[in-house]
């Protein structure tokens, strides 16, 4: 039996795979998991995973190591757990396995990188201390909530980084200080250590740490007003992505983009990434796609889909709380929030918010809330009555104050308040939407054509509009149809 594999997804560059025989199946995806591996690319290639029976990979560690780091995308951590039960209890893969697994806790992590110390395993060229994402700190694994202080804990992450990262440890510690200061809100310290880091990564051609630190770099400027002369940075990872053959990066990169025209205003360019290039939570979710899912949340924030966002949020939180992703948890529950109060429903929305400032106090993501500018701003100086004056609320605040002075524009509605349509005028949108004319509409609902013509009149002094096509296209971008 001949097994046809198309793999097409505009998003990641995928290959196109087709007669596949079963037989062939282990070897195929043993060249996967062999020749330059990494979480993104493994990615592509999850649907021939997915399509092994057991008794084709049981015998095979490497298959059911590649197969587990598939689960834990796909967020399907008992399938993890059934899995890593047929590897053999301290090999190579049954460590890598439990290094990168969301439920190994930060105790058991440290006593992993110990055993590998021990074993003199070596570190592997296959680990992506990213994941696919624009950060060290909150790679693979969330390094804000096992380090509090890297500062006072430097020799305990250089160990940790020795293990996973091999010889330059050293720099990808100064990337990962150099993130943690900026969530402290120390930018400069942060500018100067990033800024020292990317000529050398650029010299080792590790496109994964570069994008990190330009990532940084960018953030930092943008918070400085500087959002206007990021266009070259960006221009020159693009094209070191490219020649470097690393394309799978360019989800994130244009991500990236999407949320930085987001602080400039440019929401043709916003639109563009949500038609075209954000991730579809609805088929083949993934959690390394978590930056940007929360990017798309930012574009349904813009665009009123709260429903959407729910949606998406219901998804993400369970996963991230399993793994105790306590920076993603926090950015997600401050995203809710900002939601929550859109709509009014202030009572969720405190809750949320207070979540958040809970655990960015504990772990200093200051900068993590505060830029969100003007949306956070409002929402933090009504919790503040309601709660009364906090020394660390009155930080965040004071800082989501000089976001929202310098980019009043960013997250701003694209779209007036969502049109509360009558039950009848519902009706005749739907009919409209259907392709009916006015006097079948009036057939149909036995009511006058005169009446028809009222509620068209109404339905489109409510969404602003002039015509049936137009009514029809603003109805749908506010979700009514």
């Not at 793994?323 to 401050?334: F, G, P, T, V, Y």
């Amino acid at each position: 039996m001949i097994i046809k594999e198309t793999i097409k997804n505009k998003n990641t560059n995928t290959k196109i795979i087709k007669n596949i025989s079963p037989e062939d199946f282990k070897s195929t995806l043993s060249k996967i998991l062999y020749n330059d591996f990494s979480l993104l690319k493994l990615w592509r290639f999850h649907n021939l995973f997915l399509k092994l029976k057991e008794e084709q990979y049981k015998d095979d560690p490497a298959i059911i190591s590649g197969l587990s780091m598939i689960y834990m995308m796909i967020g399907d951590l008992n399938k993890v757990n059934e899995l890593k039960s047929l590897l053999p209890k301290n090999s190579i893969y049954s460590q890598y396995v439990d290094i990168v697994d969301p439920l190994t806790s930060d105790e058991e992590f440290i006593e992993l990188i110990n055993k590998q110390i021990e074993l003199k395993i070596l570190p592997s060229s296959h680990l992506s201390l990213t994941a696919g994402r624009p950060s060290v700190l909150n790679g693979f694994r969330d390094m804000s909530s096992l380090f509090k202080d890297m500062k006072k804990n430097k020799k305990e992450v250089i160990k940790v980084l020795n293990v996973l990262y091999g010889t330059d440890s050293e720099l990808v510690y100064n990337l990962m200080l150099a993130e943690q200061l900026y969530q402290k809100n120390e930018c400069y310290e942060a500018l100067v250590l990033v800024i020292s880091v990317i000529p050398k990564f650029e010299e080792k051609h590790d496109v994964r740490m570069l994008f990190v630190a330009l990532y940084l770099e960018i953030m930092i400027l943008v918070m400085n007003g500087q959002v206007k002369s990021i266009n070259n940075l960006m221009n020159n990872l693009i094209l070191k992505t490219k020649t470097r053959n690393m394309e799978e990066w360019l989800p994130n990169i244009k991500a990236l983009e999407a949320w930085a025209a987001m602080y400039d205003g440019d929401y043709i360019k916003i639109a563009e990434w949500m038609d075209s290039y954000a991730p579809d939570e609805y088929n083949d979710f993934n959690m390394i796609d978590t930056f940007r899912y929360f990017v798309k949340i930012r574009g349904y924030l813009i665009n009123q889909k709260y429903l959407l966002i729910t949606s998406l949020a219901n998804k993400l939180l369970p996963l991230l709380k399993k793994s105790n992703r306590k920076m993603d948890e926090c950015e997600l529950l401050m995203l809710l929030a900002l939601s929550d109060y859109a709509r009014e429903d202030y009572e969720s929305a405190f809750n949320n918010i207070e979540k958040a400032l809970n655990i960015s106090k504990l772990y200093n993501y200051d900068r993590l809330l505060a830029d969100e500018g003007e949306k956070i701003c409002r929402l933090l100086l009504d919790y503040r009555k309601q709660k009364g004056k906090d020394k660390y609320l009155d930080k965040v605040i004071s800082l989501s104050q000089q976001v929202l002075a310098l980019y009043p524009n960013y997250l701003k509605d694209q779209l007036p308040k969502e049109p509360s349509l009558t039950v009848n005028e519902m009706g005749v949108l739907r009919l409209i939407n259907d392709g009916r004319s006015n006097s079948e509409i009036s057939e149909l609902l036995t009511i006058s054509l005169n009446t028809v013509k009222y509620y068209t009149k109404s339905i489109f002094k409510k969404l602003n509009v002039k015509n049936r096509q137009q009514a029809l296209k603003v109805a749908k971008d506010y979700g009514l149809l």
